[in-house]
């Protein structure tokens, strides 16, 4: 059994980014060699989070008012009120969605369904370079 | 240390469906030999979630309640101008919970708490076969 | 590799708890001596989540109020009105919220944002003590 980890480096714009890193976890398996284990995706910082999705826009669009809906942009929010950032409704999505998802790895592949794709979520408020981290344990 | 990866079928109605596979899991667990270690259940798939509860009615119909006034079923969804299948609350539930938990093993047993069962939620509008991933790793 | 296990205590108070554990884990985490791998930090029970986010009291008190809209203290819960003791929304809290994290091991360091906290959310009405199980899997 053995850990390997790698770094994805991903970009975000001034707004919510939904950010498909299906085909960039997949490769790491396959090139890690492992067989059978687990892919552990992680992002780190507190104004983004890990999760599946279908990834077409419809679903995405839908997913993103929904998240409105819980933690809107323009509302007070005390963050804000002590650091003046603006980005309070993003640490609050953020802690909400959490940090990362664990994938079964089956044959050299992440058991993802065949509709299911992993969503990196990038709610801060300002262009953020991000590197998500995925871990594959297993044999 | 060794990985075991077993499945979990379930059956869905046409509705959400709220299924408890506790004895299942502590089952693969037993089975697998493993004292020591951690259990990764995780549902392929984008519209299905896995987490923990108090698995009685109340708190079930408590927690659909919420879910509905996160992604009510009864809204517009891009999904569904899009694609048609009428199930865009579905996709949404199942981002915003997540497909997976990953849960301590102690004395050959899954460590959770004396009311806390473990999950499955299938959100799908549509009766759906559903292979759980169990996996565990450990001595 | 080898999986270490250890227990973290907390005691919470009479309503939500919103309790820094970072630096509880990351002890744990360099006492097992483990350079790569992951650290696994679940919470046994059904009133209560483990999730990320940056620790000052004006983003706690922003998370505090969104999960007040999600699953309001006061109103109707199907579980307070069976078994009567008034934390059916805690229960609901914490099953959107889940029961884990799994965050990377780097240099014998959990790989956290510079900004990012683990967090455990004690939901509960009453106060309850907490045995946070913190597992690390590596070399």
Same mark, same amino acid.
């Given at each position: 059994?053995?850990?390997?980890?790698? =770094?994805?480096?991903?970009?975000? =714009?001034?707004?919510?980014?939904?950010?498909?890193?299906?085909?960039?976890?997949?490769?790491?398996?396959?090139?890690?060699?492992?067989?059978?284990?687990?892919?552990?995706?992680?992002?780190?910082?507190?104004?983004?989070?890990?999760?599946?999705?279908?990834?077409?826009?419809?679903?995405?669009?839908?997913?993103?008012?929904?998240?409105?809906?819980?933690?809107?942009?323009?509302?007070?929010?005390?963050?804000?009120?002590?650091?003046?950032?603006?980005?309070?409704?993003?640490?609050?999505?953020?802690?909400?969605?959490?940090?990362?998802?664990?994938?079964?790895?089956?044959?050299?592949?992440?058991?993802?369904? =065949?509709?299911?794709?992993?969503?990196?979520?990038?709610?801060?408020?300002?262009?953020?370079?991000?590197?998500?981290?995925?871990?594959?344990?297993?044999?």
């Amino acid at each position: 059994m053995q850990i390997v980890k790698k =770094t994805i480096e991903c970009r975000g =714009t001034a707004d919510t980014d939904l950010i498909d890193i299906t085909d960039e976890v997949v490769a790491i398996v396959r090139e890690s060699g492992t067989s059978a284990g687990i892919v552990n995706v992680f992002v780190p910082g507190s104004t983004a989070s890990v999760t599946t999705i279908e990834y077409e826009s419809g679903a995405l669009a839908d997913l993103e008012r929904a998240i409105e809906r819980m933690a809107p942009r323009d509302m007070h929010y005390d963050h804000d009120a002590r650091w003046g950032d603006g980005n309070g409704y993003s640490h609050v999505r953020a802690a909400l969605l959490g940090p990362n998802v664990a994938i079964p790895i089956d044959q050299g592949q992440p058991l993802l369904g =065949t509709w299911q794709q992993i969503l990196l979520c990038d709610f801060d408020n300002r262009p953020r370079s991000r590197q998500v981290i995925v871990q594959v344990v297993g044999d």
